[in-house]
T-cell receptor
């Protein structure tokens, strides 16, 4: 069964304190792995798509990496505005389904 | 603005009411999704439509009835709901072409409260 597990469940960082969020997955043939950011009361906002092991993508203070079993979202020198829940999802080949993890709730304090 | 618009943003309904949620996308996509988001749980896929055909039904109770009249519009008809159906209902769309890798874009959701 396709599955996504995210850790930690919650993360508190001081402004400027870099860290990483983990997304472990099992899927029957990966079509894509997706990272989203979600603010309270809003819909998820698309960040990155990763297609194959070894791939990396960057956007401002965020960098996403992918292996055959997991993905990391690295946050460098975070700011309070980076506070949000970060969601990971996978999509298997020959399916329209996106399977989500429970997310990591990130809080960045000044 | 993601190009996916959901209405209403908030809805309170009694257990005997009938209501509908609406989703419209302006991205030229062919696949549309309904997800349910409850506290402390991952997003739960409910339905997927690809080129107006339902391709996924994740064992959703019949009190939820989807309708996809065209690739730009998706509805979720609600009737005789239960309090445990209270949640954030999210609509999303994607290219829908299984030969390409494609991300889904979400609307802002409808916060549903069943009383």
């Amino acid at each position: 069964e396709d599955q996504v597990t995210q850790s930690p469940e919650a993360l508190r960082l001081q402004e400027g304190e870099s860290s990483s969020l983990n997304c472990s997955y099992t899927v029957s043939g990966l079509r894509g792995l997706f990272w989203y950011r979600q603010d309270p009361g809003k819909g998820p906002e698309f960040l990155f798509t990763l297609y194959s092991a070894g791939e990396e993508k960057e956007k401002e203070r965020l960098k996403a990496t992918l292996t055959k079993k997991e993905s990391f979202l690295h946050i460098t020198a975070p700011k309070p505005e980076d506070s949000a829940t970060y969601l990971c999802a996978v999509q298997a080949k020959n399916t329209d389904k996106l399977i989500f993890g429970t997310g990591t709730r990130l809080q960045v304090f000044p | 603005e993601t190009g996916v618009t959901q209405t209403p943003r908030h809805l309170v309904m009694g257990m005997t009411n009938k209501k509908s949620l609406k989703c419209e996308q302006h991205l030229g996509h062919n696949a549309m999704y309904w997800y349910k988001q409850s506290a402390k749980k991952p997003l739960e896929l409910m339905f997927v439509y690809n080129f107006k055909e339902q391709t996924e039904n994740n064992s959703v109770p019949s009190r939820f009835s989807p309708e996809c009249p065209n690739s730009s519009h998706l509805f979720l008809h609600l009737h005789t709901l239960q309090p445990e159906d209270s949640a954030l209902y999210l609509c999303a769309s994607s290219q829908g072409n299984r030969d390409t890798n494609t991300e889904a874009f979400f609307g802002q959701g409808t916060r549903l409260t069943v009383v």
